[in-house]
Nanobody, 113 residues
Framework: QVQLVESGGGLVQAGGSLRLSCTAS????????MGWYRQAPGKQREFVAS???????NYADSVKGRFTISRDNAKNTVYLQMNSLKPEDTAVYYC???????WGQGTQVTVSS
């Protein structure tokens, strides 16, 4: 079954850290670029970070220097390490393989002030 499953969300205080994981199955994970997106209440889904099959990374300006995307092809997993979290980072975070139009179910991240 082709799917992405996220985990690692939760409630954290401002300034804290969380690590999100996204495990892929059903396709050749190492061949594809992967990304993280987020959607806050009442707002459109927005890009957060991406990583190519070769490991090149890209970040939204709002998270640059605070978030780090990485991947472990042996585990078919992409990670999002989030540090120095702010209340405005509160959102549902989604993992995606955009080329395959594949999205995970999302994981809630809530940052309290």
């Amino acid at each position: 079954q082709v799917q992405l499953v996220e985990s690692g969300g939760g409630l954290v205080q401002a300034g804290g850290s969380l690590r999100l994981s996204c495990t892929a199955s059903g396709f050749s994970f190492s061949d594809y670029n992967m990304g993280w997106y987020r959607q806050a209440p009442g707002k459109q889904r927005e890009f957060v970070a991406s990583i190519t099959s070769g490991g090149t990374t890209n970040y939204a300006d709002s998270v640059k220097g605070r978030f780090t995307i990485s991947r472990d092809n042996a585990k078919n997993t992409v990670y999002l390490q989030m540090n120095s979290l702010k209340p405005e980072d509160t959102a549902v975070y989604y993992c995606s393989c955009f080329v395959l139009s594949l999205w995970g179910q999302g994981t809630q991240v809530t940052v309290s002030s």
